[in-house]
């Protein structure tokens, strides 16, 4: 049998120990609670059976001498990254009779693990699990089932590579039966795919041998790190380059992150799992495992559309954030806020990435994260998601954003977009942003998996990244590949003021805000558009005059005088400039904008310099959209002739 069909077989075989023992016990959608933390406890066990004796010895040995931290010389002794001190093994324990003396020796054997496989035990919360399998009879016939001769979960019968193809087999199998969930935690593996491939390739040929870091924020059952790593590890081994990957990741639900730490001890990646946190007390936003750790690679894909309120609570809220990551310093300001709105985090999570780019390395970081469409657009000019869009595009650091194919995720068949960022841009690319739109780049799946009814296939994935690397060589797909400059997304937020005009009050008197409120208040002084502007403020000598800015020459108290005028709250209006207008013969684009849409039309109007803000937003709509043709009026005379042909017809069947 092929090392394949067999994966195949074992998996099968132990998919179906659910429905053996399982059914009228737990609902299907709970049968992954008890068949995968027992399919890691039975892989764990044969693995460590050969080591038993001296596991027990080493165990005696360290007890008597009062030794306290015991880990690393039972791993020595276990010849493994994980061990068991208990006097059991499943095997030991199949053939106890009485369920109540099983479910004893069996929290005993539990209980005899190391400390990286207790995490695995408590967030899977298999304890839990244990009286109620005891009280049907369930325990021992699942022992039963996986210690069946029918499949060798042993080093012998599957090799660690084998074994976590199993697990992953099982975690996909699972996550499709309840696909409603799925894409919560786990993502299409055609997804990431296309990810590896966008972080990797452009470096391929730069990879010089070494140590490389890996790192996911929101890493659901660690696919996206396990697949990077066998990529990463392919492309090194066809540049006969030598290599060593550490894995990082942090994860904030209890039981994927289990999955997670199970699948790498399971391929015998007992340091990578090390370098995985998670459960409930670590979520990324408010508890940064990695501070000031910076990395390699890094992948995602954040939760969209989710409330980080809590989070922010926990920061001590939004006024009062000061954490590094989303507080920087930017365009002269040292408080630069990427702080987003409490009911959608899925940005602070590439701010997150962001901060923990490598800066004083040839290659730096790179960096794939997928998001949904609001993460292009929303957020008002100096709002977070405004503000990390221009901190990324300001640095420089956004290199592509493609498109996706609506559909390819479980659990919704909305837009997304994979975001791939690096601090070292090759020189070609330096202050350009490509976007690609692949939505019609897909294979139809035979089957729909929940939301889920396309993906990447390899000819797919192929013609993205044909698209990607040829840049703006680009012939075949040139209409789906464009590159912009990055000021072509930057614009200004400007806010236009026109004059207070009131009629009462003396036009050489100077008002403030406040007394105009009362003024108004007592109805001394009542609106009228013919009325004197309210003079607020006489500038200093040497203030030179400037219309455009609110500052006006006229003559006050008998004497010429640069004064500015109180604004009308009720005629105050804001204009959204590119970056790029164009500034013709005018001192910049602002000024020719507002010359040629706004004076025409309120010659007293002016730009409170004060009040303009710098936004940033990536249209795909604007840059791709491609109007229907419209019909011909042949067509359309045929349609309406065909129409009354019809009616005539109708009409002479009912008279007869």
Known sequence: MSPAANVQKIASFIWGIADDVLRDLYVRGKYRDVILPFTVLRRLDAVLEPTKQQVLDMKKMLDDAEIIDQDQSLRDAAGQAFWNSSPFTLRELRGRSSQARLQQDFEAYLN??????????????????????ARADALGAL???????????????LDNHAMGTVFEELVRRFNEANNEEAGEHWTPRDAVRLMTRLIFDPVADQLPDGTYTLYDGAMGTGGMLTVAEETLQDLAAKQGKRIVTNLFGQEINAETYAIAVADLLLKGEGANADGLVGGPEYSTLSNDAY??????????????????????Q???????????????????????????????GQMLFLANMVSKMKKNTPLGS??????????????DAGQGESNIRRYIIENDWLEAIIALPLNMFYNTGIATYIWVLTNRKPEHRKGKVQLIDATDWYTPLRKNLGNKNRELGPADIERIMA?????????????????FVNAEFGYSKVTVERPLRLRGLDPNTIYSASAIKKLLEARIAKPDAG???VVTKVHPKGVEADPLLGRYEVT???????????????LRDTEQIPLLEPAGEWRDGIEAFIRREVLPYAEDAWVDEAKTKIGYEISFTKHFYKPAPLRTLDEIRADILALEAESDTLIAEIAH
């Open 291 to 312: 501070q000031g750790r910076t990395f390699d690679f890094m992948l995602s894909n954040p939760p969209y559309g989710k409330s980080w309120a809590t989070d922010q």
């Open 112 to 133: 005899g693990f190391s400390p990286n496989v207790q995490n695995i035990i408590e967030n899977f919360e298999v304890r839990q699990q244990i009286p109620k399998l």
């Open 143 to 157: 022992i039963e089932k996986f210690l069946d001769p029918a499949i060798d979960l042993s080093p012998e019968g």
């Open 531 to 533: 009325a004197a502007p």
């Open 467 to 483: 698209a990607f690397n040829d840049f703006e060589k680009s012939d075949v797909d040139g209409d789906r590949s464009k590159v």
């Open 314 to 344: 926990r920061m001590g809220g939004k006024k009062e954030i000061i954490d590094p990551r989303f507080i920087v310093d930017h365009g002269g300001d040292a408080e630069f806020s990427l702080i987003t709105r409490s009911s959608d």
């Open 366 to 379: 790179r960096i794939a994260e997928v998001h949904n469409g609001s993460s292009l657009f929303t957020g």
């Open 556 to 570: 006050f108290r008998g004497k010429p005088a640069v004064v500015s005028y109180l604004p009308d709250a009720a």
